[in-house]
């Protein structure tokens, strides 16, 4: 039986094998390689059954950089959160932070949006703004000062830096999901959680990953 799983470091706290085991009802092992050195979790990835892996940070441009092939969004973003082992052998690399953005931001009224943080969750969400026909900007998390705004935020730093009570928009997404620093921010209309951002790209991602659609219902039932 071919086994999925989880390649980060750190990795506790993920969430991801509930939701992997709740999209498939239990069907499909789903481990987590939790390595230091990434090119001994990648090692690990091809010797051993995985069909394909989910990655997290601080690895995505790794994962992205050992592909033999990459889809348009990795491409564009040199950045990858998932790898696929072909039947030939080959790797592919996907991206489904970006899909979930352009599903969670799709129908918004909005027509700019601000991305802070530019790691691999930034790359992906800027991204997705752009597709999206968003005018789009980004800010690393030291440029943060007065009068950050724009219709959409999308903050993906890890925790909160100074100058973040002076964000002021229509909607703010989070990437981070464990330990959110977003929320009640008082310039903010509406708040999209990091958990929703994770579901999103869950339910996207796994049916690349496995070949079969994922019950999204049950992912969405999963409390964390």
């Not at 086994?3 to 009802?25: H, M, T």
């Not at 989910?54 to 790898?83: C, H, Q």
Request: net charge negative; hydrophobic share 45%.
């Amino acid at each position: 039986m071919p086994k999925f799983g989880l390649i980060g470091y750190p990795a506790a706290g993920s969430q991801s094998p509930a939701l992997f085991r709740a999209a498939y009802s239990g069907r499909y092992p789903y481990e987590i390689i939790e390595e230091e050195d990434f090119d001994k979790a990648f090692a690990r990835f091809i010797r051993e059954d995985f069909q394909a892996i989910n990655i997290t940070a601080p690895y995505k441009r790794m994962a992205a950089d050992m592909a033999d092939w990459r889809s348009p969004d990795v491409e564009r973003i040199e950045a990858a959160n998932i790898l696929i082992k072909t039947p030939s052998g080959s790797v592919e690399a996907f991206n489904s932070d970006v899909l979930a953005v352009a599903r969670l931001i799709d129908g918004l009224d909005v027509r700019s949006a601000l991305v802070i943080g530019m790691g691999g969750a930034g790359r992906a969400a800027f991204d997705a703004c752009l597709q999206a026909g968003l005018k789009s900007s980004f800010l690393h998390h030291d440029e943060i000062g007065e009068d950050i705004s724009a219709d959409l935020v999308i903050y993906t730093l890890p925790k909160a830096v100074p100058g973040i009570e002076q964000i002021k928009c229509r909607y703010l997404l989070e990437a981070n999901y464990l330990t959110p620093c977003c929320p009640g921010l008082p310039g903010v209309e509406h708040y999209i959680s990091g958990k929703q951002w994770l579901k999103a790209q869950a339910i996207l991602g796994y049916g690349l990953m496995t070949g079969e659609a994922p019950d999204a219902e049950a992912i969405q039932r999963v409390n964390f």
